[in-house]
């Protein structure tokens, strides 16, 4: 991905203070666009002050965050995951083969709801190693390695449900999805959870310095001894789980899984809230905390230019031109 | 090193025998396979090898075709175009709108816009420096949303007075239209890429940047060329899809440029750009587009298609990663 970035020319002259500015404006740009947003909301929006609102744009923000989160450890490293959607579509289709039919372990009440969530995440996850070894163990680009699941996962899901819409009522397993202890959307707090704890790995644990080594100086990294190839299965494989867990919560949220729905397009979302986020792709570097705020930016001017009676096809084109502007505006964000 | 075209990479080095064998199979594989494929299916399936059956793969593979060559330009420069599906839509429905108009004022119409299209997508890139990805995520989301905006969020009948849908139905010499545009475009797109001094440029900013900008190539122009061409192409292509149609689909073509790319991929153009070549894409159109057919002929779900493409992706990249690696340690 580097080579597809001019590489900067001499360096240019700096002054410390207007630099500065444009750091702090780098930094915090995305936060502050933000809270404009929310702040004209409150002012000119009176539907935008009711809880319901909120939690209305915290539920519709909160899958593309969760796949966004695994989206930003794999563009950290340099990568890229377009299977995401197809992941989703996997996942969906699994738990109600799981749950509807009697299987022995599944019928049993808490455990198998349980077992319904874990693994369709888990065979997510294994999806996810599959890109992961494509890439270390082949050497396949990312983009070609994970266009195959792109182009294939979905199809897998298709086939094994024969492509008809799975019906369901099962309130313990939709629990992912529609549960609101103390009115809060069990969705968001997954949400804000991931974040936070994604957030910590990245600041605080090796893995976090890792992950970040690899995507700013690859060769750099594996001279200096890390585990590149563990630790870019790793972020594969983090991705799948976590669009394995998206994929369930669309599900829930349903109360049907269709295969040839589920997920469709979410590669594209997350990549946008990643770049919005401040996430350069090019890899070095990642800001968890961005991702979400560039993913909430999105939502929020989707739903305010729709809440304006601003048809959807525009507010698309307003959201294009907002990703162009926020890529522009942080794109000397490199290390 | 990796500026050298395709065409001479092989016999750059006096290579021990097995190593050219490894070479040839990159550089071939995909038609050796479209051709063990064809024998396949001519032995197995009654009418396979018919004037019907062929000429009905061409022309359901056009639209595909035409955007993979444009993509195949792009990805040579190092750049990828993710807006073709959804240029392809919008031309779609500029197409049907303009359709009672004539033919020559819609498809003009709609090819011109996808042309502007692509020059925006160049001049974002070049001008303001912002990743190909990106730039050309945004565009995806713009053109839809335009698509949208102008078909009123539904689709476009074609006017059928209008002369419009004889481009999907009429031809020379019993060859379709579609299908006469696919050839010609890929006879020319191979010529300006070995032929001209753009097809050079191209192969040459794909190879190393930074070197052609040094040497005083006209690096953005030829960027700007590359993305106008492929918009270009993606719009003939939606223009074709309302012929055939007889409706302009703003929804239509969602993922049709990672289907571009991966037959641009399994014709062999590499994605870090610097090498390719056009007639390989059309082989790689052929061969995605050959293995849906046969299926067809199978009576297999059409479910089966993904999965089946997903894991002939997964063959060829993973056969052509081995190859070309023996082929590095080789020379």
Redesign the interface.
Known sequence: ?A?????AGLPQRRFALPERFRAVGQTYGALAVLLLLVLYNLVFTPSFRTLAALNLNLTQVATTVIVATGMTLVIATGG?D?SVGSLMAIAGALAPMLFSRNLPLFNIPVLGTVLAWLVPIGVAGLFGLFNGM?VTT????P???T??????????A??AT??NIQNFKNPAFQVIGLARPLGIPVQVILMLVIVAIAAWVMRATIFGRYVLAIGGNEPAARLAGVPVARIKRMVYVISGLLAGLAGLIVIAINSSSDANRVG??ME?DA??AV?VGGTP??GGRATIGGTLIGALIIQLIRSTLLSKGV???????V???I??LA??VQ?QRKV | MATIPSSTAGSATPAAPEARIGSMLQRQGALIALVVLTCIGALRYNGFISTYNIVELLRYNAMFGLIALGMTFVIMT???D?SVGAVAALASVIAALLSPYGATVAVGAAVGTGLLIGLFNGW?ITR????????T??????A??????LAK?AAVSVDTAGGYVEIGLNGVLGIPFPVIMLLVAYVLGSIVLNYTRFGRHVLAIGGN??AARLMGLPVDRIKLGVYALSGGLAALAGAILAALTYTGIPTEG??WE??A??AV?VGGTL???GIGSVGTTFVGVLLLGLIINMLSFENL???????????F??LV??LQ??LS?KRKAAA
Do not use: C, H
Not at chain 2, 144 to 149: F, P, V
């Open positions: 991905m080579k597809l970035d001019r590489v890229i377009l494509l082949f050497r396949i680009q983009i070609i390695a266009l195959i699941l792109y182009v294939g996962g979905r199809g897998i298709q086939v024969s492509g469709l397009g594209l990549i946008a770049a792709l090019t048809p959807f096809a525009v507010a698309q084109i959201i294009a031109g990703i162009l890529v522009y794109r | 190092g750049g990828i993710l974002v303001f420096n912002i990743a190909p990805f990106i730039t995520l945004a565009m995806l989301l713009g839809r949303g335009a698509a949208l905006l969020n940047e930074d969602l993922g990672l289907t790319i991966a991929v994605l870090t750009g779900s059409a479910y089966w298609q993904s999965v089946i493409r997903g894991v992706l997964l990249v993973v990663n081995q690696g």
